[in-house]
Nanobody, 125 residues
Framework: QVNLVESGGGLVQAGGSLRVSCAVS????????MAWFRQGPGKEREFVAT????????DYADRVKGRFTISKDNAKNTVYLQMHSLKPEDTAIYYC??????????????????WGQGTQVTVSS
C-alpha cells in the first residue's frame, strides 16, 4: 500500500512562514513524481508545486512562484513545502500527492494516483 501523511499545518499571520511535510510509505519518492495541491474554502483543488523523482527538478504554480519551495529528503522519503510571505489567499487544505505521470500531466490531479489526507494552513490578516 502507498500512504502519504501530511503534517505541519497551522495558523500563521500574513507575511509569515510555514513548512508542511509529507511522509511517504509504500513508494520510493526518488522514483516517483511528487506534488502539492491545495483547496481553499468553496474552491476547486489547484496545483501548487511538483518535484521530479529522478533529478529533483521543481516547478510551481504562478501564484506561489518565488514564495514557496518544494524539496525532498530521499533518505527520509519525505517531501516538504516551505512557504514564505504567506497571504490570506493561501489559506487552504494542502494535499500531498504521488504519481508516475508523464511530464504533460504533472500539473493536474489526474497525473497522481495516491493522495494524503491534507493539512490545514490558515493565514490571518
Amino acid at each position: 500500500q502507498v500512504n502519504l501523511v501530511e503534517s505541519g499545518g497551522g495558523l500563521v499571520q500574513a507575511g509569515g512562514s510555514l513548512r508542511v511535510s509529507c511522509a511517504v510509505s509504500g513508494r520510493t519518492i526518488n522514483k516517483a513524481t511528487m506534488a502539492w495541491f491545495r483547496q481553499g474554502p468553496g474552491k476547486e483543488r489547484e496545483f501548487v508545486a511538483t518535484i521530479s523523482g529522478n533529478d529533483g527538478t521543481p516547478d510551481y504554480a504562478d501564484r506561489v512562484k518565488g514564495r514557496f519551495t518544494i524539496s525532498k529528503d530521499n533518505a527520509k522519503n519525505t517531501v516538504y513545502l516551505q512557504m514564505h510571505s504567506l497571504k490570506p489567499e493561501d489559506t487552504a487544505i494542502y494535499y500531498c500527492a504521488t504519481g508516475q505521470s508523464v511530464p504533460r500531466l504533472r500539473f493536474y490531479m489526474n497525473g497522481y494516483d495516491y493522495w494524503g489526507q491534507g493539512t490545514q494552513v490558515t493565514v490571518s490578516s
